[in-house]
Structures are given as C-alpha cells and as structure tokens.
C-alpha cells in the first residue's frame, strides 16, 4: 500500500466556509433558497469560476435573467465575499500535515476575486507547494485534468496523495485516477478521519 506524502485540499467547506443559504437567510428569509439558486446554481457563475466572465457581467446577465429578483441577486452579488470564513479544524490540519513534511496542495473551482480576496483576508495561498485553481486552467473540477495537471507540474504520483473535499463528484473523480479521499460533510470528522489515514 503507498505512503501518503501529499495532501490536497479543496477551499469551499474545506479551507473555508461558502453556506449562501445559511448566511443570508436572515435577510432574504423565504426568498433565500430561491435566490441562492438563482446566483450559484447558475451556469455563469461557474463560467465566473472558471475565469471566463468577471462578476460584473455574472450581476448583469442574472438582473436579466430574474427581473423580479433585481435587488436581492444585487444584495448577494455584492456581498458574497464575506460568506468565506476560515474553518479552523482544517486550518489546524494544514499547518500540523505542513510541520509533519507533507506536501500541501491546493485545487479548487475558485474565481480570480476570491483567489485575491482569500490572499489579503488569510494569505490562504502563503506556504503551497503547488495549486490548481479553474480560474487560472478555464475549467474546473470535477474535469480529472484538474488532477492530473496538478499531478504532472509537481511530479506527485496520485497514490500518494489524500485529496479532501466536499463535492462527492469531485472525491469520485480523484479516486478515479487513483488517490486517496476524504469527503468533507463534518470538518471536525474529516480531519480526524484525516489524521487516522496518515498514521
């Protein structure tokens, strides 16, 4: 059985919190789940992800799209970067894997504004030995080239690599090509479930 020698960590409900429905359902009460939908469901915001639309035109083609929701998709739109909060027992993994001599990695469906606005607010990105980022490959997970590019530029074999995230498709892809997986439901379970499969 290989060594894990490597960890990679996915961002969203991994390094950070991204809950729209949780922290906007005080303001937008019963039209939350709709107008969440509307915003990060929508095709453009995963073009926005994968840096092919900045979010200025993500804002004005769903005002089109959702006339009658026009001021709660502004509300969203202007204010979804502070949905995005460290979670501390991932944190607490990352730094404890990083003084053990794991590689730390990083591959996310991540927009150009929240690479800068993670990187002022918590200097996510200080410390990598590597990231794949969609914004900066104009695709995204669960595309297993997310994983094999990664993989390639950092001569990592996928064996020896633990891959956390959220997304169950994602998990299923890199367990396709071979690596280890931890999916997150329970930041707290994970990483211990994390540290149980690197004894």
Same mark, same amino acid.
């Given at each position: 059985m290989s060594v894990i020698r490597n960890i990679i960590f996915d961002i969203g409900n991994v390094l950070v919190s991204f809950q729209p429905r949780h922290y906007y359902k005080h303001v937008l009460k019963e039209a939350c789940e709709t107008v969440c939908d509307a915003v990060f469901a929508s095709s453009c915001w995963g073009d926005y992800d994968n840096g092919l639309c900045t979010l200025e035109e993500v804002k004005q083609q769903l005002l089109e799209r959702h006339p009658d929701l026009r001021q709660e998709i502004a509300l969203v739109i202007d204010d979804w970067f502070h949905l995005m909060k460290p979670?501390?027992?991932?944190?607490?993994? !990352?730094?404890e894997c990083r003084e053990r001599g794991y590689g730390i990695y990083i591959i996310s469906n991540l927009s150009r504004?929240?690479? +800068?606005y993670l990187q002022r607010e918590y200097h996510l990105f200080d410390a990598?030995?590597?990231r794949v980022l969609?914004?900066?490959?104009?695709?995204?997970?669960?595309d297993a080239r997310m994983f094999t590019r990664l993989c390639e !530029?950092?001569?990592l074999l996928p064996s020896e690599c633990l891959f956390l995230d959220d997304h169950l498709?994602?998990?299923?892809?890199? +367990?396709r090509l071979g690596?280890?997986?931890?999916?997150v439901s329970d930041p707290e379970a994970a990483a211990k479930e994390a540290r149980e499969r690197l004894c």
């Amino acid at each position: 059985m290989s060594v894990i020698r490597n960890i990679i960590f996915d961002i969203g409900n991994v390094l950070v919190s991204f809950q729209p429905r949780h922290y906007y359902k005080h303001v937008l009460k019963e039209a939350c789940e709709t107008v969440c939908d509307a915003v990060f469901a929508s095709s453009c915001w995963g073009d926005y992800d994968n840096g092919l639309c900045t979010l200025e035109e993500v804002k004005q083609q769903l005002l089109e799209r959702h006339p009658d929701l026009r001021q709660e998709i502004a509300l969203v739109i202007d204010d979804w970067f502070h949905l995005m909060k460290p979670i501390p027992a991932m944190w607490e993994l !990352r730094e404890e894997c990083r003084e053990r001599g794991y590689g730390i990695y990083i591959i996310s469906n991540l927009s150009r504004d929240s690479y +800068e606005y993670l990187q002022r607010e918590y200097h996510l990105f200080d410390a990598l030995d590597g990231r794949v980022l969609s914004f900066e490959e104009r695709f995204g997970k669960p595309d297993a080239r997310m994983f094999t590019r990664l993989c390639e !530029r950092c001569s990592l074999l996928p064996s020896e690599c633990l891959f956390l995230d959220d997304h169950l498709p994602n998990i299923e892809a890199a +367990e396709r090509l071979g690596m280890h997986t931890v999916h997150v439901s329970d930041p707290e379970a994970a990483a211990k479930e994390a540290r149980e499969r690197l004894c």
